[in-house]
């Protein structure tokens, strides 16, 4: 780490891709990569949303900061004692956000997906990041800096 890195070149990155399955009634097609990452808890990460796709439901457990790079984010929080979306809103390129740990939404690429600059901390010191949960709430996975640090160390 240390080098610098420009977020535009994507071979440059080292990415991670994640898709959904049959287990789920939205259609999941993102990837990750890590940019910078601290014992401390202290994470950056790049986002890709391809188009017209989501990411998992989730949870942020940590304090987020983001700026919208390229694309646009379709984002609505979400119920999961009603099991609805909620309060839907589009963030373009340039748009920041800092959002306190809690929030619960679905996040989904526009029509030419979405690029994503993720500044995350937990300053609970147990590097919590974020869970990937059900429509029902149950938590299907965690994300701690601990796996992020095991994953960039190979
Ligand atoms: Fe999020």
């Not at 809690?102 to 994503?116: C, N, Q, S, W």
Request: charged share 30%; hydrophobic share 30%.
């Amino acid at each position: 780490m240390g080098k610098p890195k420009n977020l535009f070149k994507q071979d440059d990155l080292n990415w991670k891709h994640y898709s959904g399955g049959e287990n789920f009634d939205y259609h999941i097609d993102y990837s990750d990569a890590v940019l910078d990452a601290r014992e401390d808890g202290r994470l950056e990460i790049l986002v890709k949303w391809e188009p017209n796709s989501f990411c998992h439901l989730h949870k942020h457990t940590a304090e987020t900061s983001s700026v919208v790079l390229k694309g646009e984010l379709h984002v609505s929080d979400f119920d999961v004692e009603t099991g609805k979306e909620t309060n839907k809103r589009i963030r373009k390129a340039g748009d920041f956000v800092h959002k306190e740990a809690g929030d619960i939404h679905m996040e989904k690429g526009g029509p030419e997906g979405a690029l994503v600059l993720f500044m995350i901390y937990d300053p609970s010191g147990q590097g919590n990041l974020a869970k990937s949960i059900t429509k029902s709430g149950k938590v299907i996975s965690s994300s701690n800096i601990k796996n992020i640090l095991k994953r960039i160390s190979n």
